[in-house]
């Protein structure tokens, strides 16, 4: 019971009383990320130029008819630039794609469509994934554009107006039944952003202020391992990054309406590993510095950068490739995709499950190296 | 083995700085070893790698025979440190820190409990063991950092300016303490700028300067061997009377 993971608890719980006691920083933790979900929920969503966003076609209708629209349909999405469109041999496939956030919108054209097409009108399934408010409505517009022209082509080949005969007809459906408040796609990428920030500037403050009031000298004193020292505090953010996080869904709820629609506890093993992760890339940053300021000042320039990289604000897919390479070396976007796939989208294990893993690794090869790495700093 | 700290050429770089230079000295169990310094002389410093928080740039040193960097976990059963900032969290009050550290020296709960008890009746603090410390007045913390020095029973007490700061009833307590603790048979390494305090208590007393101990022996030996009655003109016959105005790399604070 004496053991290293007693000596974490003990740690842990002593910052976690700490940090209990002091109001302030309580009450700061949880009005913050609340403060800027508002905010935002207001300022966005704003149209900007969005370009080659990926979209999926699946074709069960091998006749020439359907052939031949989609063909013009594929001419068309790509030659505006608005669309890259890649084509998926299964309906299931390109959903999965979707909720990966690959393509961002599956048009399925079903089986019969060139025969409906040849008879009247016909109908082309599109999926839409709502995570992006901005990106939907480009999305939804666009490929309605697309539909458009390719049926005023189609009237002109017939011969006949428009919408009589021979005409598509586009049913747009979301990911999720029911309409989705703009702000219910941004809530998950904000809870989990902040959750992770207070985790970070928790951490840093845990430890540079430790190491500067001098109290770090005395646990260094005890015979406790350095694993329990930096896993209890470690641990203690987690714990206390869940508490807000699981507040701000709560208030997130209640006063801006946003629904969870998958499993709760899936979530929480995304935020917890999400914040691991972070906290200990944290513990490498700012073990080279021994002052509070500057440990701040670390995480701060960690953690801006990759805020607006990550997926929160903006598609991740959108990048241009070697800032998306940048977002990918980093934890943030994984916890932002799994969270919201979870949150919105009912994703179960099986969708997020490279989030979770790479989460996981991360948090492993972080602490790992981050261990020895605060032995030898502290002990200099 | 009649000594508690036998220490062999330790030494201290912080990148280009020696701040402890090659030392050597033998502390012998149950003495108040006094150990004094103009500001930056590397006392602070010394003890530090003692307590095995800061890991010797060379040479070596024990602490009742354990090895401070091969046996570190042995060493720091061993030792109570008060250092020059206090080691106590202020939004926690005088038992939830006491416990703290006791759990992490891996005091049985119960055990815990007495210890704690008669720590708190012992430094006077029994009346606020429920405050947060950080409404406590700068004799109150040091009262409870002693305390928690000594929550893990250890033979050997490394006291860094603990009266520093202090109002001259705290003072007497302190220094009346660390008579105590000697007569219990404890070992005590005292460090301080007070000169009187030293003549008082210490009974082998080293005087260290920029990094190196200059003179060291039982406190009535110096005092003869420099022809003088106080230890003040013996650190100041050794150490100079020109004011020390160089320029530390580091900011210093103390408490909160
Ligand atoms: N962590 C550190 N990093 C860099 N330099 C340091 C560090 N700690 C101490 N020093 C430097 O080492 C030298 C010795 O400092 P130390 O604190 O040991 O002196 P001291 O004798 O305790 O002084 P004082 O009487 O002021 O307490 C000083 O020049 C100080 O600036
Ligand atoms: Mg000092």
Redesign the pocket.
């Known amino acids: 019971m004496k053991g290293p993971l007693y000596h974490l608890y003990v740690i842990m719980k002593k910052d976690l009383t700490e940090f209990y006691r002091v109001r302030a920083r309580l009450v700061s933790m949880i009005l913050l990320p609340i403060l800027l979900m508002l905010l935002f929920g207001y300022m966005f969503p704003s149209n900007g130029t969005i370009t080659h966003i990926p979209i999926a076609i699946v074709n069960q209708d091998q006749s020439t008819g359907a052939i031949n629209v989609i063909n013009s349909f594929i001419y068309t999405a790509e030659s505006s630039g608005t669309f890259n469109v890649i084509t998926y041999s299964s309906l299931s496939q390109a959903e999965q794609a979707l909720l990966e956030g690959k393509v961002y919108a599956v048009v399925i054209f079903r089986q019969g469509f060139g025969q409906e097409l040849s008879t009247g009108s016909a109908t082309v399934q599109v999926i839409v994934d709502q995570m992006n408010p901005t990106l939907d409505q480009i999305v939804t517009a666009g490929i309605q554009q697309i539909f458009s022209q390719l049926n005023v082509q189609l009237s002109i080949a017939h011969g006949f107006p428009a919408s009589s005969f021979g005409t598509i007809l586009v049913n747009f459906q979301g990911l999720i039944p029911g309409a989705l408040s703009s702000f219910e796609f941004l809530a998950p990428g904000f809870i989990a952003m902040s959750v992770v920030m207070g985790g970070l500037a928790g951490l840093a403050m845990a430890f540079s202020r430790e190491r500067e009031l001098g109290t770090m000298d005395g646990i260094l004193m005890t015979p406790v391992s350095r694993f329990s020292i930096v896993m209890g505090k470690a641990m203690a953010q987690a714990i206390r990054g869940i508490i807000s996080g699981i507040i701000i869904v709560i208030l997130s709820i209640l006063l801006f309406g946003v629904k969870i629609y998958g499993n709760v506890f899936l979530m929480a093993i995304i935020l917890l590993l999400g914040i691991l992760a972070f906290t200990g890339l944290g513990i490498i940053a700012t073990s080279f510095v ?1 002052d509070q300021e500057s440990a701040q000042m670390i995480m701060l320039m960690l953690e801006m950068p990759m805020i607006f990289i990550s997926g929160i604000f903006y598609p991740v897919l959108q990048l241009p490739w070697w800032l998306r390479d940048i977002a990918y070396m980093f934890p943030l976007v994984y916890t932002v995709t799994g969270f919201r796939s979870v949150m919105v989208m009912n994703a179960p294990l099986s969708a997020v499950w490279n989030d979770v893993l790479v989460l996981l690794i991360y948090s492993i090869v972080t602490f790992a190296i981050a261990i020895p790495l605060f032995q030898r700093m502290v002990t ?1 | 083995m009649s000594y508690a700290v036998e220490a062999e050429n330790l030494t ?1 770089y ?2 280009n ?1 020696i ?2 230079d090659s030392v050597s000295f033998k502390v012998k169990k149950g003495e108040i070893f006094g150990l004094v ?12 790698m003692i307590c095995t928080v ?1 890991r010797p740039s060379a040479g070596k040193a024990l602490v009742e025979g354990y090895d401070i960097i091969r046996q570190p976990q042995e060493v720091r059963k061993l030792i109570g440190v008060v250092q ?1 900032k206090l080691i106590l969290y202020a939004p926690l009050t005088p038992v939830e820190n006491l416990e703290f550290f006791g759990k992490l020296y891996g005091l049985d709960s119960k055990v815990l409990k007495e210890r704690i008890a008669e720590l708190l009746e012992e430094v006077k603090l029994s009346a606020v063991k429920d405050k947060p410390v950080g409404t406590f007045s700068t004799g109150m913390r040091q009262r409870l950092n002693i305390a928690r020095a000594l929550l893990h029973d250890p033979k050997l007490v490394i006291l ?2 603990p009266t520093n700061g202090l109002d001259p009833q705290s003072v007497r307590w302190v220094r009346d303490y660390i008579v105590n603790l000697k007569n219990r048979g404890l070992t005590v390494i005292l ?1 301080s ?1 007070d000169m009187y305090e030293i003549d008082e208590l210490a009974d082998t007393v080293a005087i ?1 300067d920029k ?1 190196k101990i200059l003179e060291i022996g039982k406190k009535e030996d110096l005092k003869r061997k420099y022809g003088a009655t106080k230890i003040e003109d013996v650190f100041l016959e050794l150490t100079g009377r020109d004011l020390r105005d ?1 320029i ?3 900011l ?1 604070r103390r408490g909160w």
């Open positions: 021994s200099k | 201290k912080f990148g700085l701040a402890v310094g103009p500001n930056g002389a590397g006392k602070s410093t010394l003890i530090r800061l020059e860094d300016e460090t700028h260290m990094g160089e530390s790399g580091r210093r």
